[in-house]
C-alpha cells in the first residue's frame, strides 16, 4: 500500500478487505506461479523471466482490484 501512503496496520487492514472476495483467484495465481518458477529453473536464464511473469501477474490482480475499488467509490 505504499502507492497510497498508508501506515502498515492501516495497509493491513485495507490489503484485507481488498482481498475479500478474490482470495481464490490469488490462490490459484500463486499455484500457477509454482510450475512457472520450476520451468523457469530447468531454463536456467528463464528464472529471471519466470520471476517477472510472476510479479508482474500478481501486480496485474492488484491493479484490476485497485480500479474495481476505484470505480465502486466514484458510484
Do not use: C, N, Q
Request: aromatic share 8%; charged share 15%.
Amino acid at each position: 500500500m505504499t502507492d497510497r501512503k498508508m501506515e502498515a496496520t492501516e495497509a493491513i487492514r485495507e490489503s484485507w478487505r481488498m482481498t475479500t472476495g478474490h482470495s481464490g483467484k490469488i490462490f490459484l495465481m500463486g499455484l500457477l506461479a509454482i510450475p512457472v518458477f520450476m520451468a523457469g529453473m530447468l531454463l536456467g536464464i528463464g528464472i529471471v523471466l519466470s520471476i517477472m511473469w510472476i510479479s508482474l501477474a500478481f501486480a496485474a490482480i492488484y491493479a484490476v482490484v485497485a480500479a474495481r475499488d476505484t470505480v465502486a467509490e466514484k458510484v
